[in-house]
């Protein structure tokens, strides 16, 4: 009778709860209610009745490739509005000239409510120079602009992720590394390239190929074996390959970059005479 009497109030209190579930779909302290949960929010801009939050993996926007998402709140009723169009402009006040960097069209996710994109940052701002990012968003036929601050930093440990450079050909190109996780492995790499056509137009370049050479200048400069030069993937617009990493520590991991006619525009080959390229990531695990 006690095993009874214990089943059915048991089974009261999920029903309860399961009732109070049900009649309020729209707490924020559901599981999994928050799409970006696991996200830094690194700033919302306050205009026109809206709240427009920018969220990232990282906790700021740092120089070279920042992934990040939009969502757009409505003051008014506290809720995320799906379905809106948004295009961003990132922009560089110099004490002389301002300069936008690469950056993609902002599309929609899976949840309706969250808009993703990407924006390659070449240089950090300072107390006279800095960033601001724009935005200009359409709900319901109704557009509206936007516009803040930002402070882009240089990565905390100083190694070097994006090259923002003159080609032989007298082209400016950036080229950016794409976020991974390096491990004792050959592991997957990859990268984006950019050229940079005016201030504002950085078209992403492809068919090109860029030669690596990973080497650990603290151990003799040693490299490695079975690493795969990047060459360009029409699917996902990325060079890709893969660097041979041997042991934990710094790498430099020198770079040439080729046209299609396989002339250097820029980088040299890693010698006994010369022990790195002029181009080059960095990174430390």
């Not at 109030?9 to 009649?23: H, K, P, Q």
Request: one cysteine or more; aromatic letters at 12%; hydrophobic letters at 40%.
């Amino acid at each position: 009778m006690k095993n009874i009497k214990f089943l059915f109030a048991t089974l009261a209190v999920t029903a309860f709860l399961t009732s109070c579930s049900n009649n309020d779909d729209n707490s924020p302290l559901l599981v999994g209610e928050n799409p970006m949960a696991d996200y830094n929010m690194l700033t919302s801009i306050e205009a026109n009745s809206h709240a427009i939050e920018v969220y990232s993996e990282k906790d700021g926007f740092t120089i070279g490739y920042n992934e990040l998402f939009v969502r757009i709140k409505d003051a008014s009723t506290d809720s995320y509005i799906e379905n809106a169009e948004i295009t961003w402009i990132p922009m560089m006040h110099m004490l002389e000239k301002m300069h936008s960097c690469p950056n993609s069209e902002i599309s929609t996710t899976e949840n309706a409510s969250v808009y993703n994109g990407f924006v390659v940052f070449q240089m950090p701002g300072n107390p006279e120079e800095y960033w601001e990012l724009a935005l200009e968003y359409s709900i319901n036929g109704q557009t509206y602009n936007a516009t803040e601050r930002i402070e882009v930093k240089a990565p905390a440990d100083g190694r070097k992720t994006v090259n923002s450079f003159m080609g032989s050909d007298g082209s400016r190109y950036v080229l950016a590394m794409m976020p991974f996780a390096p491990e004792v492995k050959v592991n997957d790499f990859s990268a984006m390239l950019f050229k940079m056509e005016s201030m504002m137009y950085f078209p992403p370049v492809e068919d090109y190929s860029i030669g690596i050479d990973p080497r650990m200048p603290g151990m003799g400069n040693h490299s490695s074996p079975n690493n795969v030069d990047l060459s360009f993937d029409a699917v996902s617009k990325r060079y890709m390959g893969k660097v041979s990493l041997t042991m934990t520590g710094y790498w430099k991991i020198n770079l040439k970059l080729m046209n299609e006619a396989d002339e250097v525009l820029m980088g040299e080959d890693v010698t006994e005479e010369n022990e790195e390229s002029s181009l080059f990531f960095g990174i430390e695990f």
